[in-house]
């Protein structure tokens, strides 16, 4: 797949993995339509990509804001070629201590607005005929995590959730990645310094190789598809 010219949507674009992803598709010639919180964040990794970048400041746990998004997208470029669902949070306590709203705003986010986002955004995914959803699931979507709980949970339904529709929509030209990264050196860690000890955390997998791994699947041929990739650091 030629990624120049083609429509890029990512969320959760302004920092991490969005950003490292955005940077790349950037470099191979893509139009971007970048969606975060942050539009101070957002405007630095647009003025890193080029003139064919659009911003969208949103909550992608909001319904109303995202269909705001995916209609200001098609405002601006008219289609949607490939779709990168990046946006997630965790919220690491044991069960006992998880209070219902940390569940629902994990869920919220990681999972319904993945998949609002995704409903939203396949009339113009299904229009292109030469389409990819990247959905970024984590090794928690395949293992038990002690005290993550809810982000284990919720991990596990975007996996379940993108090999339904992997099926549902192939036949439509539309092919489906689910990529499952370990841990990743991003602000996702930068509140928990129990997390990782200062020489571990070195030793774990960079934005740069999860946006890589995105970045090789997209560019297949349209007639092979990768539906699930598990990315790990070499030597943790």
Request: with cysteine; proline share 4%.
């Amino acid at each position: 797949m030629n990624i120049e010219n083609k429509v890029v949507v990512i969320t959760g674009a302004s920092k991490g993995i969005g950003r490292s992803a955005a940077l790349m598709f950037a470099k191979k010639g893509a139009k971007l339509a970048l969606v975060a919180r942050s539009e101070k964040l957002l405007q630095e990794v647009a003025s890193e990509c080029g003139d064919e970048t659009m911003i969208f400041t949103g909550d992608m746990s909001i319904e109303a804001e995202i269909i705001n998004f995916i209609q200001a997208v098609k405002n601006k470029f008219g289609r949607i070629d490939i779709l990168v669902n990046n946006a997630g949070l965790g919220i690491f306590k044991p069960i006992i201590g998880t209070s219902t709203d940390d569940w629902d705003t994990m869920f919220n986010l990681n999972m319904r607005g993945l998949f609002i986002t995704t409903r939203e955004a396949l009339p113009m995914l299904r229009s292109a005929k030469e389409s990819v959803i990247v959905n970024v699931a984590s090794l928690a979507g395949k293992n038990a995590i002690a005290n993550a709980a809810g982000y284990v949970a919720t991990k596990h339904a975007v996996v379940g959730f993108s090999r339904s529709l992997m099926l549902e929509e192939r036949k439509n030209g539309v092919r489906v990645l689910t990529i499952c990264p370990g841990s990743v050196d991003t602000p996702f860690f930068d509140n928990d310094g129990k997390m990782f000890s200062p020489g571990n955390r070195g030793k774990i997998l960079k934005p740069e190789d999860v946006a890589s791994a995105i970045l090789h699947m997209v560019e297949l041929p349209q007639n092979a598809m990768v539906s699930e990739i598990d990315i790990r650091p070499s030597n943790p």
